[in-house]
Every structure is written in C-alpha cells, then in structure tokens.
C-alpha cells in the first residue's frame, strides 16, 4: 500500500488532527504504578493559568519549554506525568464576573453572597478554561485525565486542612495590620500587587505646637489629611536640636489632640526637620513605630477612602477633599509654613489603578518566619536548584528578609476562611462548620467574610493534587514532582510558597524507594521538598526588544502566528532562541524561516516514500527489527563512505542534543537538530545516496532502507520540539505496523560512541569542501546552472587523491562537474581558485573569461595599488612624518607598503598570464 502524504504541507490540518488523536487515545496519561515496580518518574506540574486566561507569548514559550523537556523523559523510558489544570483567580475572576453583571445594570451587592459565587461558577463553565483548550489544541502532552481546578471539592478540603493545621499550630493568626487598600477593589493587595508611579505631587510642611513652650516642631507630609490620626511625632534620640523637647507633648493643629514627642530611628536627623509625624493607622512604617512606642492606632478612613467619625468635622469627605480642606485650615490657622514640588511614588491598585491606601484592618497572617528558615535552607543546600543560578541569590535574600503574610482576602469568589464567630467573642477554626459555640453554645455563628489570597491554595498543589491529605500511592509515586518550568515574576508569589508549604506539609514524607533510585535523586535527602529543581524561563519580548505591552500595541498573538506558521514552526522559534537567562526577540522571519525547515522535511519524506513504494514493500523502519525502544539508528548497513558518516554524525548529534537539553540549553539542542536535518541529511545524504537508489543500481534495497531508518531516528530526534510534523511522517512510514501509537512513545535516540567514525567525517569533510569550493567558484565566474564543467585538482597528499578519485561521481554530479583532473603541480595562481591544507581546485573555465574585460579591470585594480605604494613610500621616506608619528602608526604603514606591494606582484603576473597589454 503506498505511503500517501499529500503534496503540499499543510499544518493547520495536520496538527489538529494529531492533537485530537493524542487526547482520544489518552497517549499522555500517567497511570499510578503499583508497589514493587521500578521505573523512573518525571513529574511536572503546569503554572496553573487563570481560569480567566487566554494564551499569550510568555505562556508559548512556557509550555514550548516544558513539552520539550516532556516529551524528552517519556521517550527516554520515564513514567511522566505531566499535571494540567486551573487557577480560580479570586480577583481577577471576581472582576471578569462583575463587568458582566454591569453590563446588565446589576452589582455584585445587590444580588448577595451566595447568588453570586453560582454566577461565577455559571461563567467558569461558560468561559473558564479557555486557555486549556488552547493548550490540546497546541498539543501539549499533559494529563487530561488529572486535570483540577483548585476550587475543586478535594483541593478545597484540602485548604481547609492546611488552615486549620497552621492555625492549631500557632502559625495563623488574626490580628491588625497595616495593608495596602484599594479603596475601589475593596480588598487588602499585597505589596507584589501594588505598581509604583513617579508623579509631581507637593510636600507640605506643618507647625505643631510644643505644649508649654513657645516652639513650635516642623513636620513635613506629602498627605497632609492623614494627620488627623497622628499621635504622635517622633525625633531621633541622637538628634541634639530636639534633646530638650524629649518627654514634652504637641497639640495637633485642627484636632486638639495632645500627642508626645517620642524618639525613633523612624526620624533621620539628615533628612528635612529630623522631626516626623506618626500616623500609625495610615503609614506601614509608622505602624512599625507605633507598634514599638505602644501608639494608639486611630483610623480615619473607611473601607472607600472616605474620612469616618474619627477624623472630626472631615467625617464624610472623600479623602482627597479632605486633604484640600486641611490643606485650607491649616493655611488659615497659621500652621501650614511651607509648600514644595515634589516627587510621590504613589502605590496604585495592579487591577484596576486605583490609588491604594494603607490601611489598618483585622486580617488573618501566617507567622512566616519558621517557615521561611526551611525553605531558605533546602535552596541554600541544594536540596532545589535554581537554574539560571543567579535567582538562588535573590530567592534566598527575599526569603531573609520576608515579613507576614496576609492571607485574607475581601472578596467572594475564593476559599472562605473556615473560622467562625460567636456574640460571646469566641473564634472557632475547624474543618467543618461548626453548629454550636463551644464556650457558650450559641447556634449564632457568623462565618468569616473573607477569602483566601489565591496563591494559598496553589501553594499547596504539589501535594494537594497528588491526593494530600489522604496518604496516597500517588504521592509515593509522583512527590517530590521533578522540575518546576515557570516564570521570574512569580518565583516569590508562588514558587517560594510551594517551598515553604512543601516542606513543611510534606515533612517525613519518602518517596517509594524503588522509584526514588530509578529516578536518578539519590544524592537528595530531603523528599518533602515540592521540586527538585526549579528552571527560570526568560521574557519574550517584540523584534525590537521592546518588551510587549497593550499600550505599545506589540503585543504578538501566538495564534495568529501558529494560524499562519503552524504550531510546529512556532514551537521551533521559540526553541531555537531559547538560550538560559537571555530575554527572546520574537522575530516573526524566523517563523517564516522555520516554516521553510518543516517543509524541506516534508519534501524529504515524499521523496523517501516515493523511494520505498518504488524500490520494495518489504522495506520497514528499523529494517524489519522491533523499533522502539532502539535509540539509535535500526537496520542501518553502513556499505559507503556516506552511509559510515551520516551514522556517526547522527550519533554525534543526538549526543549533543541530549546534552543541550539536560541543561535547558534548548537553543542549542533546536539548532543542532536544524543543521543536521537540513543541511547533513536532506542536503548531503539525500544527494549522495540518490544513484544508489536507482533501478539499475546494484543494491537499491540497502540504500532505500538506510534512508529510511536514518529518516525515522531523525524524526525521534525532532520529535519533542516539532511534534506534529514528526507524527504525521512517522505515521504514514509505519502505516498500521507502527509498534506503538504514536512517535511520542517511541524511544528517543541516545549516541553510540562504538558508531563515531572520525575518519568517515574527515573524508566526508574534505569532499564537502571541494564540493562547495567549485560551487563558489562557478557562481563567481558566473557559469549558466546548467554547464557542466571541467576542473583541475592538485591535492597535497596521496590519501586526498584517491579520495576525490574514488568519490569522484559524487563529485561530479554534486558540483555539476564535467571532468575532473589531477595535477602534480599547483596552477591555482593563474585561475580563479580554491585552497585548502589538503587541496588546490580550479575551475576550467575560460570560455566565459572576456579578456579585454578582465584586463581593464585588473589594469585599473593595478594603479590603485601602485597609488597606494607610493603614498606609503613617500610617508615612510618623510622624516618629519617618522619623528613625529607613533610607532604603531610607522609599523602599520610598513606592513601595509608589504602586503600591498605582494598584491602588485600578484596583479601583475595574472595580467602577464592573461597577456594584458
Ligand atoms: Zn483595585
Ligand atoms: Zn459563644
């Protein structure tokens, strides 16, 4: 039956249809296995992208780079689980949700709690998940069957337990705390959330009357309403211009409250009066100071920005009116003194812009602290390795210098924090909800309002979606998962608190041993870290560096570009410019490029097929021997010099490809693939075989067939970065005899060094060469593509001579060669020529030569060069010139004089030869 690909490569078709067939036949799913079995295991778990997501560069190159290194294990012989699923996003969804109820006049408070979650789950099922698939479509070779969602029922159960744990353990506590506030969000942000702006803003400086002197104390505040919650003002102790105030109490202006004077490194006696204002309830650092010197916190604000009864007649103003009204009191009372331009960085809210406010509210805190130690220490000890190296620095500073973590969230859509509260003050956590207080027995229990910040529960995934809190076979199996794929801006966000939560949830955990060993860990101690190790991918950013921004509007669509590439050309790009630590210029040419490299391949296979439908049906892949799990290249009769070196090259290339990808070097190991399929198989081998194949060749079979089983190896060896393409040829080859369903569970090539042939590459180098070199020359003596000419070979030792004679068809036919002669003597000065350490090469070619032509040119090229001497000579002849010049300027000159005068020479022996006039 004949192997039919069709004429055109066409990728859009081709890939769906393989993309549908992976999923269907359930190709990449990991079953569990059972005890006793001994077999190496990757496990990776997908960033989960916001169920709210849709695909973008930054996310195809993520999932380029794992499939890669996916694709690689599971053709290697690991069991791999590859672990997809879902972030439920609590803000960003809650937002996508509200949007929508706008649109229909509704709000978020109108219709209540519970209405509203039902709403959000009616739009996951609508909407969510759109980027999942977007990734079958893209085919990345994930675990279906294990997809979660992290609002899942188990993974929900699971929050709860690790709340509760922590909570029993002393490490969740509820207590007040200064946060950043979005006033129009109406939720505390962390500190990760909140963007910086530079704006020109005003710095303005106050009066405060020291009580029972005639001084006054200058303050300088650039949000100058928030004094009306001071209480306090803070110089530095060793500041002597304020020695005599210590112990002593200002009024402050417009509220009449009597606030001390306390001392404190908050005050830099270098910066301003030394002298500053402390507003606890309204400033992070002041809330630190406050928190030292035992301040009253007073709270001016609600939860809209908008001042409360504490701030005295501002009640009810907004809080940028109430700043225009202290601003004018104060001018009018005397006790504003100064006003001068200034920079703010003023912290806006990363969702929705808005300015955020610090703000003290009652939030629920993880005590980070021992949790950190842990995690510091398993990076610090090479328990997890980062790589690019230089984010182990900056992950462990951060983790030094980590403060509490706020973990409530006010929003709706999330995991409800599991505490409940009783009238009588009591605060239940528990598992379930409880139906009765357990101090006083009320059944009047209020569930917290708040939800879990969105990066808790997927710290927990490592574990939770291996089956935690039950102790499962999967967990033996699958944790520590292997390697971790993610991006820079996350590595604290989440990479961090899988770390911490990991090890702390996971402590005492063992993998099973048997797979512990076969996995390749034994140098690691520590199993209940959550990854081995953790790979840092780079940004991809526009042709020109720039990075790529809505605004900018150069954003580039990976679909748009897969629609019209294909994802395999894609997929190929962002390999191919993948080097560790360097940032990716997406330069659409490239694709193009690589769309080029796909279809070279495909042409390359129908010609195979047309071969192997020609020349016999007896022909298989590997020869008619089992496929997979060969490595290497099956049922390969190296007979000729060709054969001998497209074997050890492909065995040399697989080499460094598996080494390119055991340390991320994916631009390495894409390249190196691309130059061997290209340029050594299809434009080499392919050439060089071609007689072989012919009817009236002596031995067509064996030629067809070691075509065909470099062709299959080589496909094993694209396979991970092109997918599809590699699947559709591997396919049809194989027709229904394929030993396994797909290529992507065939075994991936390994290098034989019994197969390097050094001499084979060496012969083939020097045929390579002399090959190129009479291409060169041709095109520069312009000779028409069709004109078979003669050329003329001096070669510098015996060994070379009888290697051009012996290849000398090859020769012929490849360099469009009419005869070739072999001189004892070099003529190479007389003609256009090539030389090598182990040839001379002229092409016979004086037909085409005009004569008069070449003589004028070469005329002109000599007065150029006689000018040229004489300036020199006449420079060099000038003593005054000498004296003063700097030595290297005379040496140079020297040597130009030389080299010039041996080009003069030169010109003038071609003209002699020539018989110029
Ligand atoms: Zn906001
Ligand atoms: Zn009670």
């Known amino acids: 039956m004949p192997h039919d690909l069709p004429k055109a490569y066409e990728p859009g078709a081709i890939e769906a249809r393989w993309a549908e067939y992976w999923i269907k036949e359930q190709l990449f799913s990991a079953p569990t296995p059972p005890p006793g079995v001994s077999r190496p295991v990757f496990t990776l778990l997908l960033p989960p992208p916001n169920v709210t997501g849709r695909l973008h560069m930054g996310h195809m190159l993520n999932q380029t780079q794992m499939d890669i290194i996916v694709r690689w294990h599971r053709m290697r012989g690991f069991l791999t689980l590859w672990l997809p699923g879902t972030d439920h996003a609590g803000i960003a969804t809650q937002m996508m949700v509200e949007r929508q109820l706008a649109k229909e006049g509704k709000k978020r408070s109108d219709m209540g709690r519970e ?6 789950w009616e739009w996951k099922r609508h909407y969510g998940g759109a980027i999942l698939d977007q990734m079958k479509r ?9 997809e979660y969602f992290t609002m899942d029922e188990n993974l929900s159960c699971a929050v709860r337990e690790v709340f509760v744990w922590l909570y029993e353990e002393g490490l969740i506590y509820r207590g007040k705390y200064i946060v950043n506030w979005c006033p129009r969000c109406e939720t505390a942000i962390s500190d990760l959330e909140v963007k910086h702006e530079e704006v020109p803003g005003k710095l303005y400086e106050i009066h405060y ?18 004094m009306l919650g001071d209480t306090a003002v803070a110089v530095n102790g060793k500041d002597e211009r304020y020695t005599h105030l210590h112990g002593k109490t200002v009024r402050l202006p417009l509220m009449n409250r009597e606030i001390p004077i306390i001392t404190d490194d908050l005050a830099q006696p270098e910066f301003g ?8 309830a309204h400033d992070p650092n002041d809330f630190e100071a406050g928190r030292r010197h035992n301040l009253p916190q007073i709270d001016i604000m609600d939860e809209h920005a908008r001042m409360n009864k504490n701030a005295g007649p501002y009640a009810g103003l907004d809080r940028y009116e109430a700043r225009k009204r202290v601003l004018e009191d104060l001018r009018e009372q005397g006790f504003l003194v100064g006003e001068k331009d200034y920079t703010i960085s003023l912290g806006k809210c990363d969702r929705c812009g808005t300015v955020v406010e610090p703000r003290l509210s009652t939030q629920w805190f993880i005590k980070i602290a021992p949790l950190a130690a842990r995690a510091a220490e398993v990076v610090e000890n090479g328990e997890i390795t980062i790589v690019p190296e230089n984010y ?3 992950y462990l500073n951060w983790m030094r210098n980590i403060h509490d973590w706020c973990i409530s969230r006010q929003l709706w859509w999330g995991h409800r924090i599991p505490a409940w509260y009783c009238a009588c003050g009591e605060v239940i956590v528990a598992r379930e909800a409880p139906t009765k207080c357990s101090k006083c027995s009320s059944s009047e229990l209020k569930q917290d309002t708040d939800v879990l910040d969105t990066w808790f529960s997927s710290g927990l995934l490592p574990f939770t979606t291996l089956g935690w809190p039950g102790k499962t076979r999967d967990q033996e199996v699958f944790y520590p998962t292997t390697l971790l794929i993610t991006a820079y801006e996350i590595l604290f966000f989440w990479v961090a608190r899988m770390i911490m939560f990991g090890c702390h949830f996971m402590q005492g955990h063992k993998q099973d041993p048997k797979i512990r060993k076969a996995s390749g860990w034994g140098d690691k101690k520590d199993d209940s870290v959550p990854f081995r190790q953790v790979y840092i991918h780079a940004l991809v950013r526009d042709a020109e560096r720039q990075k790529m921004s809505k605004t900018k509007g150069n954003v580039v669509d990976p679909l748009d570009v897969i629609q019209r590439f294909g994802t395999d050309a894609t997929r190929f790009t962002l390999a191919s410019m993948a080097a560790p630590g360097t940032d990716i210029a997406f330069n659409e040419s490239r694709t193009e490029g690589y769309r080029a490299f796909a279809n070279k391949i495909w042409n390359a296979a129908r010609f195979m097929f047309m ?3 020609r020349i016999g049906p007896g022909l298989r892949p590997g020869g008619g021997q089992e496929c997979p799990p060969h490595t290497g290249v099956a049922g390969f009769r190296a007979t000729t010099l060709e054969d001998r070196w497209i074997l050890s090259r492909f065995n040399r290339v697989a080499q460094d490809v598996n080494q390119a990808l055991e340390t991320y070097r994916f631009h390495e190991a894409a390249n190196r693939i691309y130059d061997f399929f290209w340029g050594e198989f299809c434009d080499w081998y392919l050439e060089l075989i071609k007689p072989r194949l012919a009817e009236n060749a002596a031995d067509p079979g064996t030629a067809c067939q070691n075509l065909v089983s470099v062709f299959e190896a080589a496909l094993r060896l694209l396979h991970p970065i092109m997918p599809f393409i590699t699947e559709e040829i591997w396919q049809t080859l194989y027709g229904y005899h394929a030993p396994v369903k797909s290529i992507a569970l065939a075994a991936y090539p390994q290098a034989d060094e019994q197969q390097f042939d050094l001499a084979a590459e060496t012969e083939m180098a020097i045929l390579q060469d002399l090959i190129v070199s009479v291409r060169n020359l041709r095109a520069e003596l312009k000779v028409e593509p069709k004109v078979k000419v003669p050329i003329e070979v001096f070669s510098r030792d015996p060994e070379t001579g009888n290697l051009i004679q012996n290849n000398r068809e090859a020769v012929e036919r490849l360099a469009n060669v009419a005869h070739i002669a072999e001189v004892a003597e070099s003529r190479a000065r007389q003609f256009p020529s090539r030389h090598t350490a182990r040839f001379d090469v002229r092409v016979i ?8 032509a070449e003589c004028a040119r070469l005329k002109k090229e000599l007065e150029a060069l006689e000018k040229r001497i004489e300036v020199a000579a006449f420079q060099l002849g000038n003593e005054s010139f000498l004296s003063k010049a700097p030595e290297k300027v005379v040496s140079g000159l020297r040597r130009q004089l030389e080299d010039t005068t041996i080009l003069r020479d030169k ?11």
């Open 115 to 120: 209405a509203f979650i039902e709403r959000v």
């Open 138 to 146: 893209l085919g990345a070779s994930v675990d279906w069957s294990r």
């Open 209 to 226: 009357p020291v009580i029972g002197t005639n001084e006054y104390i200058t303050v300088a505040t650039t949000r100058p309403e928030t």
């Open 273 to 280: 009066t030394g002298a500053v204002k402390v507003t606890p």
């Open 392 to 394: 182990k620095t900056i």
């Open 611 to 613: 071969n192997v439908d």
């Open 845 to 852: 070619y004086e037909r085409k030569i005009d004569v008069n």
């Open 907 to 917: 010109t003038r022996n071609k003209m002699a030869d020539l018989g110029c006039a």
